[in-house]
């Protein structure tokens, strides 16, 4: 007697790459957005000069070939199973490649900050025409005065260049052959119409850029195209695969914890603290990035605090030594509101939107005989909280109304620093229960561009929550006060900051003249 033919398995996978400052992570997840194998790679980045940080493109597709042939081996799927690719990536990064795609040189990755004279020149000729059309104030990490200083200090590589291509679009390109930006990476590149997601002749033709060295923008949902036979044979994935156009990291981060509505926040609390509000409309403010978003017809609004989780950790290292971070958050835990009223304000390297001042550094006050190391612990998770509030409240000021609140990161693994994020926002916050969120929201991106989901809120209707926090009202009252205390603190010694920076300069200087 015959057995019964075995049922075909109909599982379907979507393969998500995620390209970071110190590796390419990359996860295969199913329909349901589980995670069914990771693949990890680590790189290098190198600072050829003070200000300057490169990164060879090869490293990017050595990364993602290596980790999608040991998924693929590990997981011991069918690569025809997989049903589409999308790829994410850091930001406003500039890398020229010829005719063949190959890589000119090693790409300017978004820390370099070789381009300021560049900057500075937009800014002076260019007047309130960026900020006009692109809603960004010239910054050197954008692409625009990126590839000014190429132009103006490689000239034979500006000649040789076929495309100026980002990070994701680099593999992109190299799983199918086709050139593209995704449309998130058009507000920072500053020389889009963030509004439209188009190019702008006038900022092309003020920045002197060639646009026939740009690639076309696409939607970052839109199947750019699909994987070429030869880049099956290195990766492992079934040749025709769609691929999609991508993103910047920090928009698939946003649709990763679930944010796509306007007033929608997503917070992330690492090394720097982002806080990301999504628009309904573009709203240009001098003191935040704008940027589209992943889901159509949104962007992010955002600002930062640069030393933001970095604070505590260099507190944890230079006093606390002995502690682990389990233990600071259960010290910090012992501190109760208004029991010191210590403020620190937490621009420890200079702080970029929503003040924009280089000079800054960290300031403790309210220092008394009776202050304790929990006490200290508190005022730097406090401070980076201000600092969200700070960039929150320069959106609700531009008629955002503040729905929702999802903060992920490191910061999200303490319960105490989330209750205070809670209490100084005054919003109820949630965790998303998903950890690698740059990867997943760029999962969900490439369902919805292959069909496999219906809308994108299907996709994040699947993304669970770990924990829901609820502002202390007696708190609130207390740090809507200590808030106020820490903006005039920092209004009040704006000019101080810069002549500390000057005497460091000018005795610094001679300092190490004399110890030489």
Not at 167 to 178: F, I, R, S
Not at 197 to 226: H, M, Q, W
Not at 305 to 324: I, R
Request: aromatic share 8%; charged share 20%; hydrophobic share 35%.
């Amino acid at each position: 007697m015959m057995e019964p033919e075995e049922e075909h398995n109909m599982a379907e996978y979507i393969l998500s790459v995620d390209v970071g400052t110190t590796s390419c992570k990359t996860v295969l997840f199913d329909t349901d957005f589980n995670v069914v194998a990771t693949a990890k790679t680590a790189y290098d980045t190198s600072y050829p000069h003070p200000g300057w940080a490169e990164q060879p493109a090869e490293q990017w597709w050595s990364a993602l070939k290596d980790d999608t042939n040991e998924m693929i081996a590990e997981s011991a799927i069918d690569p025809a199973d997989i049903i589409a690719v999308g790829i994410d990536a850091f930001s406003t990064t500039v890398l020229p490649v010829d005719d063949n795609g190959a890589p000119l040189r090693p790409g300017l990755i978004w820390m370099d900050r070789r381009a300021t004279q560049q900057a500075a020149w937009v800014t002076e000729n260019l007047k309130d025409e960026t900020w006009e059309i692109n809603g960004n104030i010239s910054d050197a990490g954008n692409p625009g005065p990126k590839i000014m200083w190429i132009k103006e200090n490689e000239p034979e590589i500006y000649e040789k260049t076929h495309m100026f291509l980002h990070a994701n679009g680099y593999l992109v390109y190299k799983l199918t052959d086709a050139y593209s930006m995704d449309i998130s990476e058009a507000g920072l590149s500053q020389f889009c119409n963030t509004r439209t997601g188009e190019y702008s002749d006038v900022l092309l033709e003020g920045c002197g850029i060639d646009r026939a060295k740009l690639p076309p923008i696409f939607n970052c949902t839109d199947v750019v195209g699909k994987v070429t036979a030869a880049a099956a044979a290195e990766t492992g994935l079934r040749k025709g695969t769609p691929v999609i156009a991508g993103s910047m990291d920090n928009v698939a981060a946003g649709l990763g914890a679930g944010v796509s509505k306007g007033g929608e926040v997503f917070i992330s609390g690492g090394t720097v603290t982002t806080n990301n509000v999504c628009l309904s409309e573009p709203k240009y403010n001098k003191n935040l990035h704008v940027y589209p978003h992943i889901v159509p017809g949104t962007w992010l609004t955002s600002g930062g605090v640069d030393f933001g989780g970095a604070g505590l950790k260099w507190f944890k290292e230079n006093v606390l030594e002995e502690e682990s971070f389990a233990e600071i958050d259960k010290l910090g835990d012992t501190s109760r509101c208004a029991k010191s009223s210590v403020v620190f304000l937490p621009y420890m390297v200079g702080q970029r939107c929503p003040i924009w001042n280089d000079n800054t550094s960290g300031v403790l006050m309210g220092l008394k005989p009776t202050t304790t190391r929990q006490d200290l612990i508190r005022a730097f998770m406090e401070g980076t909280t201000y600092g969200s509030r700070h960039v929150l409240s320069i959106a609700a000021d531009e008629g955002v109304d503040i729905r929702t609140v999802k903060i992920t990161g490191g910061s999200a693994n303490s319960a105490t620093w989330v209750q205070i994020f809670c209490d100084v926002i005054g919003k109820p916050i949630n965790i998303p229960g998903a950890v690698d969120l740059p990867p997943l929201g760029v999962a969900i991106a490439a369902a919805y561009g292959v069909g496999a989901i219906k809308s994108i809120e299907e996709g994040i209707a699947k993304i669970p929550t770990r924990a829901n926090f609820e502002p202390n009202m007696e708190n609130q009252a207390y740090y809507s006060e200590m808030y106020e205390v820490f903006r005039k603190l920092y209004e009040n010694i704006r000019d101080e900051y810069d002549a500390l920076t000057a005497i460091t300069k000018k005795y610094g200087t001679k300092t190490t003249e004399a110890g030489e």
